[in-house]
């Protein structure tokens, strides 16, 4: 299928063209139609699936169609996203795709850990906003915004929102909202606390779920090492020297354990970064920048702000401790291996942890031939 066959708008194709999209994946075959014809969506996919540009490309779709009205600090789209870092990447992709349309539509994201007065002065006149819920209601207690005129709600990663305790945040938003308006919500995963959300908030909503499909693993090359906890620093050096990696994204299980992480590679001399929820906004954007520029050779990071990191042709991911779930290693190592192109996901395994990552493995069903770090010199 075409981006051609999805009755999308002559300039938005244009635009889709010009970044060199070629045919939708599926999540976005199966849900711009879906939302052209107004209807609600319950859409369940990974992260990495090009769910952003599933609803993007449809609202601006729909938003051409509408006449423009006045200027004011009354926005129709409204995206709810749970990590700065998600929205500002969501808002990078309605800039992108809104370029050269026939008339102009402002979007802005906004979160906290920054200063609130600019994003005051900025939303006046702002079309489309994408917001983490504790920083959109303080704009709404500070009479910065109004809800009067959405017509769109889109909840992004909604099981993380979720499990970040934005729940009563989010369900004080949504009193604030018209009672008539087109719902969209996107999740990694369909909890019960999820379908509970689903059920208060969608009507009779097309049900949209892409399973995850092992074989995109298979651009991955999976490798892992039997390491005590206190060798893993060694090791995670050596790896990184002897294979000459200089663009890494190695993965902790804690901010604080990042931190430590990080400086142990700048004392021995490989520059790095640690990017977690506890950094102030402005470090997390240039740490963030400089990765994706290949200025920084590493980048250690939480599984949280993980999901603002989307690179494509990433060569190396660590998974320095392991995570909780398979549906987490499938997301860790999926930051490489994007775009066709092959990559490295690297997993270190202490004695105590050999059960749980059986199970991993079992789940996404690979087999890693383990090398015991024990034989190596280092």
């Known amino acids: 299928m075409s981006f051609v066959k999805l009755n999308l708008h002559p300039s938005i194709l244009a635009n889709i063209t010009s970044l060199g999209y070629e045919t939708p994946t599926p999540i976005q075959a199966q849900t711009i139609p879906v939302v ?38 009354q926005p129709k789209v409204l995206v709810l996203v749970p990590t700065r870092e998600l929205a500002i990447q969501v808002a990078e992709v309605f800039k992108e795709l809104s370029r050269n349309l026939p008339r102009p539509f402002k979007s802005m994201a906004v979160y906290g850990g920054v200063s609130i007065n600019p994003q005051m002065k900025a939303i006046f ?8 819920p504790g920083r959109l209601l303080d704009l709404k207690r500070s009479n910065a915004v109004e809800f009067h005129k959405v017509t769109t709600l889109v909840l992004d990663e909604a099981d993380k929102m979720l499990n970040l305790g934005f729940k009563e945040e989010m369900q004080e938003i949504f009193e604030l909202l018209p009672k008539k308006r ?20 969608l009507l009779d909503p097309v049900v949209i779920e892409i399973e995850d499909n092992v074989d995109e693993v298979e651009l991955i090359n999976l490798s892992g090492y039997f390491v005590s906890n206190d060798r893993k620093g060694p090791l995670l050096r050596h790896l990184i020297s002897e294979q000459d990696m200089q663009q890494v994204l190695v993965f902790t299980s804690s901010g604080l354990k990042a931190d430590k992480v990080a400086g142990k590679l700048i004392k021995n001399g490989i520059q790095a970064l640690s990017i977690h929820g506890k950094k102030s906004q402005t470090a997390r954007l240039r740490a963030l920048e400089k990765f994706k520029s290949g200025k920084l050779r590493v980048l250690v990071a939480t599984d949280l702000i993980s999901r603002g990191i989307d690179i494509n042709e990433l060569p190396f991911v660590i998974n320095y401790e392991l995570p909780r779930s398979p549906k987490d290693f499938v997301h860790r190592v999926g930051r490489t291996g994007r775009a066709k192109s092959e990559g490295l996901a690297i997993t270190f395994v202490t004695k105590e942890e050999t059960h749980h990552f059986k199970v991993i493995l079992k789940k996404i069903k690979r087999y890693i031939d383990m090398i015991d770090s024990e034989s190596l010199d280092f």
């Open 125 to 132: 006149g702002v079309d489309i906003l994408i917001a983490t």
């Open 182 to 201: 087109q719902n969209m919500l996107f999740s990694a995963t369909l909890s019960d606390q999820l379908s509970g959300l689903n059920r208060v908030l």
């Open 36 to 73: 052209i014809d107004g209807r609600d969506v319950l859409g369940i996919a990974k992260t990495g699936s090009g769910k952003t540009a599933s609803f993007v490309l449809p609202i601006l779709n729909q938003m051409l169609t509408i006449p423009a009205g006045e200027r004011n600090r």
